[in-house]
């Protein structure tokens, strides 16, 4: 089977403020369903990099591409459009106080006119893929941080997006909960198709898994391993076994992408 591009970037730079370059000249090709780590140290542009694949920076030169467009002729809404199948994860989780886990996961549904009933549903279902189903009424400031890394992630997956950008969502976390949200992110890789860039320090994390790495050094790139599609049979999957509403679940996603 041929693989798809899905971003791709041609000697593309990026600066701050006309500053020195954090990037300079990085080309590249990742296709669709694959799993990067991203790595380097702080302050080489991990960050810078995730931001211009999010649309968040705008390249000092160069040329981005999303899903085969030109991220340079994109007009706001086309943004706006782009950003629903894409979704981006922080260390600091980002979730607002004063709305239930629930309020929070169901947020991004709650923008795009999706109805309740169906909001709903669909919120549960996650909050239960997250193993947090029974917190669904409580306020974030009430949850370890393990469990506050679950809630923006699922807040971040619930569109299914076929982009999740991850910046150090582990930097926070105990070795347990680092491999329980690795968990969920390898089940959204192998079971969604979802491509995903994890940026990391955690070089247990990058040892134990065995996914290809993107070192940023010296304002460039360089990758480190051969990435795998989920159509790969021989793709190993370390966490639990997927439970039945996983299947539900995609179908709902479905249902919400043509609603």
């Known amino acids: 089977m041929e693989e798809k591009t899905i971003i791709s970037f041609a000697n593309v730079a990026a600066a701050y403020d006309n500053a020195t370059e954090v990037l300079t000249d990085v080309s ?51 943004i706006a459009n782009m950003h629903h199948k894409m979704a981006i994860v922080f260390q600091e989780y980002s979730l607002l106080s004063h709305m239930t886990v629930f309020d929070n996961v169901a947020l991004p549904l709650r923008v795009r006119g999706i109805e309740e009933a169906k909001v709903k549903k669909l919120v549960a279902k ?13 306020k974030p400031m009430e949850l370890s941080g393990g469990q ?44 969604f198709g979802t491509t995903i860039i994890l940026a990391t320090h ?34 190993v999957w370390r966490g639990p076994a997927p439970k039945n509403y996983f299947s539900e679940l995609s179908k709902q996603f479905e249902d919400i992408g043509n609603a």
Request: net charge positive; charged share 25%.
């Open 28 to 78: 590249f090709n990742i296709s669709s369903g694959t799993f990067y780590f991203l790595s380097g140290a702080s302050g080489a542009g991990k960050t810078t990099l995730l931001r211009l694949i999010y649309m968040l920076h705008k390249p000092l030169r160069g040329q981005i591409k999303l899903f085969g467009k030109n991220t340079a002729e994109l007009s706001r809404d086309d």
């Open 126 to 138: 996650v909050l239960d893929w997250v193993g947090l189903g029974k917190y669904a009424d409580v």
């Open 148 to 191: 506050q890394q679950r809630v923006s992630v699922a807040r971040a997956i619930i569109i299914q997006p076929s982009i999740l950008l991850a910046d150090e969502p582990t930097g926070n976390l105990d070795d347990e909960n680092a491999s329980r949200l690795m968990e969920l992110f390898i089940q959204m890789n192998k079971l």
């Open 202 to 235: 955690n070089k247990k994390l990058m040892e134990t898994y065995k996914f290809p790495i993107i070192n940023v050094e010296n304002h460039r790139l360089n990758f480190v391993g051969k990435a795998s599609t989920t159509t790969d049979s021989k793709k």
